[in-house]
């Protein structure tokens, strides 16, 4: 029976298996941890309505063009 | 020979137990993939269970064997998987050296070629999401999309799910390289663009052989 120690030792060696990323300025390690926060967990979230904002405001850019890609996307499998 | 009959049936029972326990470990890492891809594909790329990757692999066979039926004068469906099995080993093997010239000799026991193959095999899900939904719409409802109200939402509706799902593969292709190579990020984006200099043109090169329309990775 795997006993607790040995399943937070295991833990520890899969979360310390990569070192924490470093962009080389603070402030630029920051922006990039506060962004992948949203990310790593639930992600969906964000992306589904973020999704459906960007598709709108392309149809308002590109109205029929818009309808014509999703024709060819529709070929593309 | 009813010795033999029966070490037969029961290496038959062990096969079809561990596709059987494969298949439930990879529904459950697709779950979670959705709510939590990171912790998820760091635990994926630790994995030892072969039958998983394989099982990611028959389920794209399989794909390919459905979508034979709706394509006007397709290759055969064998084939187009043959590509699609180079094209995926062709990928690790690009990241599998580029890591091991980038890094340095303390790093070299902690990767694997393997953990490449498991964490690479997760990150087809959106792919493959995304190919099957296109397909089925297809029969349903077959293109071209009209000007019409719902030609517009249907298209709105299209670009956003487009969209989620080539997030969705971002992330998890990104947390592939990471989790498998285990280098920074400067490192990780200087290797994908290495990467996109010669899968691009070769992706195009697919397409004018009507292999690939989109590429399949």
């Known amino acids: 029976m795997k006993t607790f120690e040995y399943r937070i030792h295991k833990k520890i060696q899969e979360i310390y298996s990569v070192e924490p990323n470093d962009l080389g300025l603070g402030i630029l390690t920051n922006y990039y941890k506060r962004f992948t926060a949203y990310l790593k967990t639930l992600p969906f979230i964000f992306i589904i309505p973020l999704s459906f904002v960007f598709a709108f405001v392309l149809y308002f850019l590109f109205g029929k063009l818009m309808v014509r890609l999703v024709t060819i996307l529709q070929y593309g499998f | ?217």
Not at chain 2, 36 to 45: A, E, G, N, Q, V
Not at chain 2, 127 to 136: A, C, G, M, R, V
């Open chain 2, 1 to 217: 020979m009813a010795f033999d009959r029966k070490i037969f049936t029961d290496i038959h029972m062990v096969l079809l137990i561990s596709f059987f326990t494969s298949l439930i470990l990879i529904v459950r890492n697709f779950v979670f993939l959705i709510f939590s891809p990171y912790k998820t594909l760091r635990k994926i790329s630790f994995e030892k269970d072969y039958y998983q990757p394989l099982t990611i692999f028959i389920g794209v066979f399989l794909y390919f064997k459905f979508v034979y039926f709706l394509r006007d004068k397709p290759y055969p469906a064998t084939f187009i998987f043959l590509i699609f099995v180079i094209n995926f080993f062709l990928t690790i093997i690009f990241f599998y050296f580029l890591t091991r010239f980038f890094d340095s000799d303390q790093n070299e026991k902690r990767i694997t070629f393997f953990s490449f193959i498991f964490t690479f095999s997760y990150s087809l899900f959106p792919t493959l999401i995304w190919f099957l939904s296109t397909s089925i719409l297809y029969v349903f409802l077959p293109p071209p999309r009209t000007i019409s109200l719902l030609g517009k939402a249907f298209s709105i509706f299209f670009v956003a799910f487009s969209l989620s799902l080539l997030v969705w593969k971002l992330i998890l292709f990104y947390l592939s390289v990471r989790f498998s190579s285990k280098q920074n990020f400067y490192r990780i984006l200087y290797m994908i663009i290495l990467y996109l200099v010669w899968f691009i043109p070769y992706s195009i090169f697919l397409y004018y052989l009507k292999i690939f329309r989109i590429p399949f990775i």
